[in-house]
């Protein structure tokens, strides 16, 4: 059973910073991209950030200069750091991961609140 479990989450005011990590667990055989992803109320899900296991990456324009995706394979985590956050930031913020454990197929973590206010 393969787990992803998101933390990091909270009430910061708008300008502060967050970072997210997310952990994979279980009989994971490798890890391919990894990325985050956000929902904010009544809108769809969009996505954040995603890097490959070569390192390379992919941020919204929305984020582009605000957050830095990272990640440690020893690990199996990733890492959301958020800069000068906007309230239109605020979202459940969710991590997820293309892996093999028998099959290829992606994970999702249960999701961590990020909220921007003063």
């Known amino acids: 059973q393969v787990q992803l479990v998101e933390s990091g989450g909270g009430l910061v005011q708008p300008g502060g910073s967050l970072r997210l990590s997310c952990v994979a667990s279980?009989?994971?055989?490798?890890?391919?991209?990894m990325g985050w992803y956000r929902q904010a109320p009544g809108k769809q899900r969009e996505l954040v950030a995603t890097?490959?296991?070569?390192?390379?990456?992919n941020y919204a324009d929305s984020v582009k200069g605000r957050f830095t995706i990272s990640r440690d394979d020893a690990k199996n985590t990733v890492y959301l750091q958020m800069n000068s956050l906007k309230p239109e930031d605020t979202a459940v913020y969710y991590c997820n991961a293309d892996l093999i454990v028998v099959l290829r197929t992606v994970y999702w973590g249960q999701g961590t609140q990020v909220t921007v206010s003063s």
């Open positions: 890097i490959t296991r070569g390192g390379s990456t």
């Open positions: 279980g009989s994971i055989f490798n890890i391919f991209t």
